[in-house]
């Protein structure tokens, strides 16, 4: 009779909250069922475990009357009419009290479903599903829960992510989300050893012998920075990812000693040969266009050379005309024909007759044409010209170093001006860009410039970590028969006692190892990025989400990015590689030792 007055006031209570939650809009009218996951008559199942009230008997014992058609035949919100839960208000609902499910047949849903632990004394399994109504499974997440319970963890030999402190207490990323989570859930520990029956059958990797401790119930928990590969999720669920490991190969750096040559040819290293090439066929080619579309503009005495050309080309020079305009006496004629041309510019210039007019007062000239144009510029880098050539040049040369602008007499001149300023604007701006790159990356020469190099050039072995080798083989094939697992040894290590040509590790790895000590700062990273691992705890499937769901928690509140930041400058300390320390380096004299030859050179041929 009690259990009677209760379940009615309870449906009561329910009825209400339904009638509320209608008007405001939570309940529609149930989806159906999917075709492809059907709701099953469960009363036929539930109706063998009720009470002598007719109620279903419930693990633990619930003070609601569950009835034996409760979740039975179509989807409903089932929750919202019988769970105590769902009684309260909006804010302290569950999430999964507004969504709707039905009993189905595990054998007969292609939609997600869960086997129930509600129910007490079932004669056979019974199972819901949310999916085949339309919902998300909110209720495993809210109610399996690790408030207050014990975890078995365990740790492998690697101190990955944490270390020892002076005072032999572990301290690091990991730590900290391990007390974290013991903090949020108010979690106890109980540290378990792996287990010798999984060092046995994974002696290279004390990480995946944890994972295999994980996998047969040995520990509910692994703590360090286990990368998630496609052989350890094969054995055990990992919960959400909380860091990423970045892989480079890593080759032994040259010893920095420079020859002659390479002191020499560091300064045009920025420019490729064929480069250099057609930026001094410019040097060549837009003094002499300077020269020729300026010819009437610059100082008469290389007016008059380019004159004498074309009139050359055109018969005038000789004539009775010409002649008339020189000194009446034949002496004197023939005495101007012996001067040389800057006699001769000499002598014209103390009469205060301007050349051009003593050629077109008996001969107006003639409109410039093409060819008469293309036959000057033709002769300039003649003998006559040549000095008229150099100085053009020159003040070419110095405005493509950017010590002093070029002179523009003309319009067309102004244009050529303009074009050869752009393209040294152009030029020079390259040239800088590219220059310190070069120069402060002689540290960094090695015989191999990436993973293709290293397998051509040397037969020798590449260690990695054994966890890795099956996604490295996925990705290079190449690299089948040539990874070398270290074991316990490092990596760099392993280089220095001739193990391997190279290694593939993670660049945190090997970051730790330059801040750690001087002896690996003769190994640098080559090429571009092989392959990225992501990191967490390898978890039992019963309480992976709700570690995931912390974990994704300390990493937006950003409480992962400052206990990463804080422990790095905390385990790392001080760079130790100086090559490695700062991203913006000086420049030594090795560096710019070839500059300085080049400048020696140009002084000793002009003071020669």
Same mark, same amino acid.
């Given at each position: ?144 829960? @690790?408030?207050?319970?014990? @975890? ?105 000693? @420079? ?84 006699? @001769?510019?000499?002598?014209?210039? !103390? ?70 300023? *752009? ?163 000086? !420049? ?12 020696? *050179? ?7």
């Amino acid at each position: 009779v009690i259990g009677m007055v209760i379940g009615t006031v309870s449906r009561w209570r329910a009825s209400v909250a339904l009638s509320i939650l209608s008007f405001q809009g939570f309940i529609t009218k149930g989806f159906e069922d999917s075709p492809a996951c059907p709701c099953i008559n469960s009363t036929e199942i539930l109706i063998l475990a009720t009470d002598e009230y007719g109620c279903v008997k419930t693990d633990p014992p619930s003070e609601v009357c569950y009835p034996p058609n409760f979740g039975a035949l179509e989807c409903g919100f089932w929750d919202t009419e019988y769970t105590p839960e769902c009684f309260a208000d909006n804010d302290d609902r569950p999430e999964y009290c507004s969504a709707q499910f039905c009993y189905v047949s595990q054998d007969n849903c292609l939609r997600p479903s869960t086997e129930s632990v509600f129910y007490k004394n079932l004669t056979s399994a019974i199972h819901y599903s949310y999916a085949t109504c339309g919902y998300l499974d909110t209720y495993v997440v809210s109610t399996t829960t @690790l408030f207050h319970s014990t @975890l078995r963890t365990s740790f492998p030999n690697g101190q990955a992510y944490w270390k020892y402190t002076v005072d032999g207490v572990r301290d690091g990323v990991t730590i900290e989300l391990q007390e974290g989570l013991s903090e949020y859930f108010a979690l106890n520990y109980d540290e378990t050893p792996i287990l010798n029956r999984s060092l046995a059958q994974y002696p290279e990797s004390t990480f995946t012998a944890c994972v295999h401790s994980v996998a047969i119930n040995e520990t509910d928990l692994c703590i360090s920075a286990f990368w998630i590969t496609e052989e350890r999720t094969k054995m055990t669920s990992f919960a959400n990812s909380y860091a990423v490991d970045i892989f480079h190969i890593y080759v032994f750096a040259e010893d920095g000693s @420079l020859s002659f040559y390479d002191i020499m040819k560091r300064p045009f290293l920025p420019f490729s040969v064929n480069l250099w090439l057609l930026i001094c066929l410019a040097l060549i080619v837009v003094p002499a266009v300077i020269l020729t579309l300026e010819q009437d503009e610059l100082p008469w005495s290389i007016s008059a050379t380019i004159r004498k050309i074309s009139s050359t080309d055109c018969d005038h020079v000789g004539s009775p005309d010409f002649a008339a305009v020189t000194p009446s006496s034949e002496k004197g004629a023939h005495r101007h024909e012996d001067q040389s041309s800057d006699q @001769l510019d000499e002598e014209l210039s !103390l009469t205060n007759v301007p050349p051009s007019s003593l050629v077109e007062r008996h001969h107006p000239r003639k409109p410039k044409s093409a060819g008469v144009s293309l036959r000057a510029f033709a002769k300039l880098l003649s003998h006559d010209t040549s000095q008229q050539y150099a100085a053009v040049f020159y003040d070419s040369f110095l405005m493509f170093c950017q010590l002093q602008p070029l002179q523009a007499n003309s319009d067309v001149g102004r244009m050529a001006h303009l074009s050869f300023a *752009l393209f040294v604007l152009v030029v020079t701006a390259s040239y800088t860009a590219n220059l310190a790159a070069f120069l402060t990356n002689s540290s960094q020469d090695t015989q191999f410039s990436n993973l293709e190099d290293v397998l051509k050039a040397s037969s020798g072995h590449i260690c990695a970590h054994a966890a890795i080798f099956e996604t490295l083989h996925g990705l290079y094939p190449d690299l089948e028969g040539r990874l070398l697992d270290t074991g316990d040894v490092e990596l760099f290590d392993a280089m220095d006692l001739g193990w391997c040509v190279a290694v593939i590790c993670a660049v945190d790895h090997a970051e730790e190892q330059y801040h750690t000590t001087k002896e690996h700062c003769n190994k640098v990273a080559v090429g571009d990025i092989l392959t990225y691992v992501y990191v967490s705890f390898p978890v039992r499937e019963e309480i992976e989400h709700d570690i995931s769901g912390f974990i994704t928690n300390f990493t937006e509140s950003g409480a992962l990015g400052n206990s990463v930041i804080t422990h790095r400058n905390t385990f790392w300390g001080d760079h130790m590689c100086d090559s490695h320390s700062s991203d913006e380096e000086q !420049l030594g004299v090795a560096e710019m030792a070839g500059i300085f030859v080049l400048l020696a *050179l140009g002084l000793g041929f002009a003071l020669l």
